[in-house]
């Protein structure tokens, strides 16, 4: 069966102007590395740069609607966009912007119409750069749990309690999207709704995460005291923060799939094949090639479930468990792999210094980001949980997957 790729005459065209363009706007300059210290203000600020110019073409957003901002362009102009960016070992965005890539789809599900034309076009543009803010301290997987507190006060919401695990100070935000709790006497799943908040409403404060970090910044926390948000930017009505957060969730759960591999498994192979020891190259031992084997399987079958995912949504077809199918094979998956390379490379593994470390600190940061990848958007149990519910298992009726923008 062939899984590969093919361009049309029109992506191939596209391909074209993309690499042009992309030779021209990302600079020699951009560093792309495991190391948190290499990810300078400067280097922040150049990929905030870079992502303005893909706004103004509508590239950020490809498949957005032009009149919020997008590009109005088809899933091939997006796979051929993701692809090229991939080149460059960067994303589209190339900043970290989880607020809009999240929050952006269920806005246009949710929002009415003059909402949507205020917020959406400078997402689209990346004019703003955003956090999604879901997890609080007492848990995150229980988010109807929802503990910070938006009162109505006139026309605006007072909001109250702290944000955890969120943002990266690789990048600062200037708008926050996020879920709180609207009715605290409510009933459970009816009580929550969910908010697009300035960052730099008085009140706020963030604070950084001391953590174990692969690459890709610290976390934060983020504290509300008595801010006052004006009621227009309250998202689906008070109270309907539930229907929301399915969007939001569906997406986050890896419905949205994706076209992009990795590169920690390359880089891991090649140290392995040209890093010698007593006159042999360590991939030239059979267990090694065993292990190299195992590892390639399990990186295929991650990459198939996502290319089968961006697939099964972007052609609009119904999903299930699909979603969380992906999100934990990719998370079990990471652990495993990363456990036999540590078999293979022993203490080389878990090296980070520059001079010594294999895949130039690679190898040590998939170490660190295949355990910490357990948690994001939801950990492997919170999978299992969500992909019995889509089967029908353990209860009458069969959970249905999230609404997504037509
Ligand atoms: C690198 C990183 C990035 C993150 N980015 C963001 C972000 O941008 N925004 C944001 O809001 N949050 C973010 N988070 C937080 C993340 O969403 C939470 O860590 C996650 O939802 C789990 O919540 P928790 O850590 O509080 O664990 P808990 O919810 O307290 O869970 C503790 C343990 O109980 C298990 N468990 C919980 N519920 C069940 C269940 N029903 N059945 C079986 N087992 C269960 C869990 O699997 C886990 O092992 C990030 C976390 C990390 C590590």
């Not at 950020?60 to 362009?73: C, E, F």
């Not at 009162?151 to 879920?179: A, C, M, R, S």
């Not at 593994?349 to 520059?354: G, I, L």
Request: contains cysteine; hydrophobic residues 35%; aromatic residues 8%.
């Amino acid at each position: 069966m062939d899984f590969e790729m093919h361009d049309t005459a029109e992506m191939a065209a596209f391909r074209k102007e993309v690499k042009d363009t992309f030779s021209q706007i990302i600079p020699k300059e951009l560093i792309v590395s495991p190391y948190d210290e290499d990810v300078t203000p400067e280097q922040e600020a150049m990929r905030r740069k870079i992502g303005l110019e893909l706004g103004a073409k509508g590239w950020l957003r490809p498949m957005w609607p032009k009149q919020y901002g997008g590009g109005g362009l088809s899933i091939d102009h997006a796979i051929v966009l993701e692809q090229e960016i991939d080149q460059y070992e960067i994303t589209i965005p190339p900043y970290s912007d989880s607020g809009a890539g999240l929050g952006g789809p269920a806005i246009m599900v949710w929002a009415n119409e003059e909402q949507k034309q205020t917020f959406l076009p400078k997402m689209a543009t990346g004019e703003w750069a955003s956090w999604q803010l879901l997890t609080e301290p007492h848990g995150g997987s229980d988010l109807a749990s929802t503990k910070t507190t938006a009162i109505k006060d006139g026309d605006e919401y007072v909001l109250n309690g702290t944000k955890t695990f969120v943002g990266t100070t690789d990048t600062q935000p200037d708008w926050l999207w996020t879920i709180t709790l609207t009715d605290p006497k409510g009933p459970r799943h009816q009580n929550l709704s969910w908010f697009v908040i300035p960052a730099g409403l008085p009140g706020i404060m963030i604070q950084p995460l001391d953590l174990l970090n692969g690459s890709g910044g610290a976390k934060c926390s983020v504290f509300f005291e008595d801010v006052r948000v004006p009621a227009f930017n309250l998202i689906g009505g008070e109270n309907n923060g539930w229907k929301v957060a399915a969007t939001h969730l569906e997406l986050e759960h890896g419905g949205g799939g994706t076209v992009r591999g990795t590169r920690q498994v390359e880089r891991f192979i090649e140290y392995c094949k040209t890093t010698a020891f007593n006159g042999e190259t360590i991939a030239s031992d059979p267990a090694v090639r065993d292990a190299i084997a195992d590892i390639l399987t399990d990186d295929n079958v991650a990459t198939l479930f996502g290319l089968r995912n961006f697939w099964m949504s972007h052609s609009k077809k119904r999903m299930s468990y699909e979603g969380s199918q992906s999100s934990f094979f990719r998370k079990m998956g990471g652990l495993r792999k990363s456990g036999l390379m540590q078999q293979v490379l022993g203490y080389l593994a878990v090296t980070s210094d520059k001079a010594m470390a294999p895949g130039e600190g690679w190898v040590d940061s998939y170490m660190k980001s295949s355990i910490i990848s357990v948690h994001p958007g939801g950990t492997q149990d919170v999978q299992r949980v969500i992909m019995a519910r889509r089967m029908g298992i353990g209860r009458t009726a069969k959970e249905e997957a999230g609404q997504m923008p037509d």
